[in-house]
């Protein structure tokens, strides 16, 4: 009986501990958890989807044909003058 | 570069070289950072004095900090090899991925979890849970960094790989191999090093203007005895693991070292150039123009750093270019001409093969692929149009390493001369001392950069070295749209060192007794 009480207390305290740092946070905590989300939306909500797409996967749909490419670039991007 | 008539490649290394050196101003601190508040809070466990603790908690906050406006600004990286680099990113293959996916996957849940427990975990959970988490933040920190540097090894040393012609990737046969070869973990130490190096000078740093201040005098005092320890070991280590990649620059890419030292002639004994100034006048690899205006010359260290034999001969770049002298395994080096040969029979082998498998010519392409694996070596070489392109830009790698060592040299002597007025003298009045410890800082950092300018510069213009150069590993896509995003880089990673710097000074003006992060 003792021991369940001893791991319910445990399991109380880790809920707790995200709980009470989340809540009770510094101004400052707060303001760099905003730059934080800021960024990573800016990231991956802004950058990649419209700025970053990635050239294979947008271009073709399997394996075979992105390694096509790849050795149609590596073959034609030899010096002209060769 | 005249980045303005840029092609889309050079944009694209300027972007990559941009986004590194933001994101490395950053990652430093989070390591260096990491271990001296590990050993605060040990002596603060050990001791049970609660100056320690605080101490702790204020070098956790400026971590914090650092933390939240620098995590996962290194994920644009990630992002320009699919749209800038993607002929890279294919042929790479899994090599690369391999290391990322364990960083991403490994190191940063890891760091990310004890991160949490560490801020909010004091007076929650037990000293010795909360010690382990700050010790693992440190550990996690610094694993991610080294399969982050794993992947980055194998692009300047390519082992335990093999080149499947079939889906034109270099596909991982020795995981191991990769993940520990002498490349890789000498740079992770060299780095890992680096790190510390900048966390100590930023303590001592921030510590001296406390002094200067007459503010926090006793928390000031401690903080730097432990800093310039760290310190000191990290820069003698520094040298230590710099003489290793001496040597591993000279066995794997005498270019890169050759560039280092601005060696245009090989000799035997060579010697390291102390301090010296290029001549601006040599303008190309074979001009009888005198490469140096002056130099002071240590004879014969250039020798014994790079094949340990102070008379060894050190190849110098009109060596390297015009080939015929001895390799360390014994055979003779090939001039930039006959690798330039073996590499377009590679590439034309790599395109027979295909048209052979595709018109049932199996016999036909088996031997295409002989071919293009007897000469894959100098696949790369194909790419390359004069000599001149196989020669990285010599000024900036030879002054980029020198400045690089003159700092690490001037800051062993610092921290030196830190911990003699720490320990037997009185640091608390000696402000001359502790404007030099507030003013080194940014010398530490720049120290930090350059290294990876001689690393990054200095491999050009290769993106795997001998096998695959820039302009083959860029993708087919615009100037305009790469200049773009380069623009857009600049104005969020300013942006985002605007918003670091002010934080960080509001909480340093107020100091470690402030309530500042609760969290």
Not at chain 2, 124 to 133: D, E, G, N, Y
Not at chain 2, 167 to 179: C, H, K, L, T, Y
Not at chain 2, 350 to 367: H, I, S
Request: net charge negative.
């Amino acid at each position: 009986m003792e021991k369940e009480i001893d791991i319910a207390e445990k399991k109380y305290n880790w809920f707790t501990m995200f709980w009470s740092g989340f809540t009770s946070m510094s101004s400052m905590s707060k303001t760099l958890w905003i730059v934080a989300i800021v960024k990573l939306v800016i990231m991956f909500f802004i950058l990649k989807p419209f700025f970053f797409p990635n050239v294979l996967e947008t271009n073709y749909d399997n394996d075979a044909d992105k390694a096509e490419h790849v050795r149609t670039e590596l073959y034609e991007k030899v010096q002209p003058s060769e | 570069m005249d980045l303005l008539s840029a092609s889309a490649v050079n944009w694209s290394r300027a972007q990559f070289a941009l986004t590194a050196s933001y994101h490395w101003l950053f990652v430093p601190l989070t390591i260096g950072l990491g271990l001296i508040m590990a050993i605060m809070e040990s002596l603060y466990v050990k001791t049970g004095d609660e100056k320690w603790k605080n101490a702790t908690k204020f070098w956790q906050k400026i971590f914090g900090i650092n933390f939240a406006i620098g995590i996962a600004t290194g994920i644009i990286l990630e992002f320009q090899f699919g749209t800038n680099w993607s002929n890279y990113s294919w042929f790479v293959g899994d090599i690369f991925g391999a290391p990322l996916a364990i960083e991403g996957i490994l190191a940063f849940f890891m760091e990310a979890t004890f991160v949490s427990i560490m801020f909010f975990g004091w007076n929650r959970v037990s000293k010795k849970m909360h010690l382990a988490s700050t010790w693992l933040v440190f550990v996690g920190a610094s694993l991610s960094a080294f399969w982050i540097l794993v992947a980055n090894a194998w692009m300047q040393y390519p082992i335990g790989m093999e080149f499947n012609p079939e889906s034109v990737r270099n596909e991982m046969v020795d995981f191991w191999a990769v993940a520990f070869s002498p490349v890789a973990y000498n740079k992770f130490l060299h780095t890992t090093f680096s790190c510390w190096a900048v966390g100590a000078a930023f303590v001592v740093a921030i510590s001296g203007w406390y002094l200067l201040k007459k503010r926090h005098t006793d928390f000031a005092v401690k903080s730097m005895k432990i800093g310039s320890l760290v310190g000191l070991v990290a820069f003698v280590m520094l040298a230590v693991t710099g003489d290793g990649s001496a040597y591993h620059v000279a066995q794997k890419q005498p270019m890169k070292l050759a560039a280092m030292e601005g060696l245009y002639e090989g000799k035997e004994g060579a010697g390291l150039v102390a301090v010296g100034m290029l001549n601006p006048a040599r303008k190309n690899y074979n001009d009888e123009v005198d490469p140096y205006i002056f130099k002071i010359e240590l004879p014969k260290l250039l020798s014994l750093l790079g094949y340990r034999d102070i008379n060894a001969f050190v190849p110098g770049i009109v060596d390297i270019v015009d080939g015929g002298y001895t390799l360390p395994d014994g055979t003779t080096s090939l001039s930039f001409q006959e690798r330039k040969e073996r590499g377009l029979k590679a590439i034309q082998a790599l395109a027979d093969y295909q048209v052979a498998k595709e018109e049932g010519r199996d016999a036909d392409a088996a031997n295409h692929e002989i071919i293009l694996r007897e000469n894959y070596a100098h696949f790369g070489y194909g790419y390359l149009e004069t000599e001149e392109d196989m020669i990285p830009n010599i000024p900036l790698t030879f002054y980029s390493f020198h400045l690089m060592v003159m700092i690490g040299m001037y800051f062993i002597l610092f921290f030196m001369v830190m911990l003699y007025f720490l320990y037997k003298k009185d640091m608390v009045s000696n402000r001359w001392l502790q404007y030099v410890a507030l003013w080194s800082l940014p010398l530490a950092y720049l120290a930090s950069q350059l290294g990876w300018v001689v690393a990054e510069v200095g491999r050009q213009p290769w993106t795997i070295q001998d096998i695959l150069p820039v302009q083959a590993a860029s993708s087919a896509i615009s100037a305009q749209n790469v200049a773009t995003t380069f623009i857009l880089f600049a104005v969020l990673f300013t942006g985002l060192l605007i918003a670091e710097v002010t934080i960080m000074v509001k909480q340093i003006k107020k100091g470690p007794e402030s309530e500042g992060l609760k969290a």
